[in-house]
């Protein structure tokens, strides 16, 4: 699972290391004293004190799922990969559940072909999917049987038949470490060549939007939205990515940017609106990317 190295540790300060035995000896020292991460991917290269993200190397798909709902997401994946036969392994992370698929080695363009297959799948599946490890060669993920602090549990590797016996089950054995790193299942790597899509998004670009004059009557209009849209757009302080399902939500609706801007701007604090216009231009963002990215089942209801 982690046989290709130098690739970074995170306990939580990330640091390279370049061997097998240096991954155990970190282990072993911070195991049951803080929480023990490692890089889904090996690198070709490293970059001063970091890995070169570029050169990940890409043979692997790795799900995370931590909503009320992350065991039946597993579920369906499980489901889903096991008619292809893929070689697959999962993990209880102590709070979620984490699902590995091997992929054939992707050597161009990993980056936007990674993003593209993560939104393939949530589309297909319809799975509630951690969107910060979304198309994310960086990403770093809990290292089985180590302790996981915060939920007082191991991060455990998975027999299939305990995801039909439930959550409460699978976290009573999660009390002790078990007797393997991984349970593989499967014998056939998936083909994720055919799903690269764009990554970076310009600014929406169109003199109409930016002349246009906005005459929303914010509250007038909220009577329309769905009792969870609602909400979201009372929240003052409306974290990244219910603000993102809210924005994609709006799109829904027919709104344009311009538009979408306008009713946050009303109901956003101002620091916030203001971090989620410059800093994180999150708008444009998911407007370049509306044909990709819906907003989830839950904001409807």
């Avoid at 083909?191 to 764009?198: A, L, M, Y």
Wanted: charged share 30%.
């Amino acid at each position: 699972m982690f046989k290709i190295f130098p690739r970074e540790v995170g306990n939580p300060k990330r640091k390279l290391v370049r061997t097998k035995e240096d991954l155990i000896e970190d282990i072993n020292l911070h195991n049951g004293r803080t929480s023990c991460y490692t890089t889904v991917y090996g690198f070709e290269r490293t970059k001063g004190y970091r890995c070169d993200y570029n050169t990940a190397y890409l043979d692997k798909v790795f799900f995370d799922f931590d909503s009320d709902n992350a065991l039946n997401d597993i579920i369906t994946l499980e489901e889903y990969y096991s008619k292809l036969d893929a070689k697959r392994f999962f993990f209880c992370s102590g709070g979620g559940y984490h699902y590995y698929v091997k992929c054939d080695l992707i050597l161009e363009d990993k980056k936007n072909t990674l993003f593209g297959y993560h939104h393939h799948i949530v589309e297909e599946l319809g799975v509630d999917l951690d969107v910060h490890i979304i198309g994310d060669l960086s990403r770093i993920a809990r290292i089985p049987n180590t302790f996981n602090l915060k939920r007082k549990l191991f991060c455990i590797p998975l027999k299939k038949e305990w995801l039909y016996k439930g959550d409460k089950y699978i976290k009573e054995k999660a009390k002790k470490q078990q007797e393997c790193f991984s349970y593989v299942y499967g014998e056939n790597n998936v083909d994720i060549s055919g799903f690269s899509t764009e990554y970076f998004y310009n600014d929406v670009e169109s003199e109409v939007l930016n002349d246009m004059k906005i005459d929303i009557n914010v509250e007038k209009e909220f009577c329309e939205f769905s009792n969870n849209a609602k909400k979201c757009l009372s929240e003052p302080e409306l974290k990244w990515k219910n603000r993102g399902a809210l924005i994609n939500y709006l799109f829904e609706q027919g709104y344009l940017p311009e538009e979408v801007c306008f009713i946050l701007e009303k109901t956003l604090s101002r620091a916030r609106f203001l971090h989620m216009k410059r800093d994180e231009n999150q708008i444009n963002k998911l407007w370049k990317n509306r044909f990709i990215y819906v907003a989830p089942n839950w904001i409807y209801r």
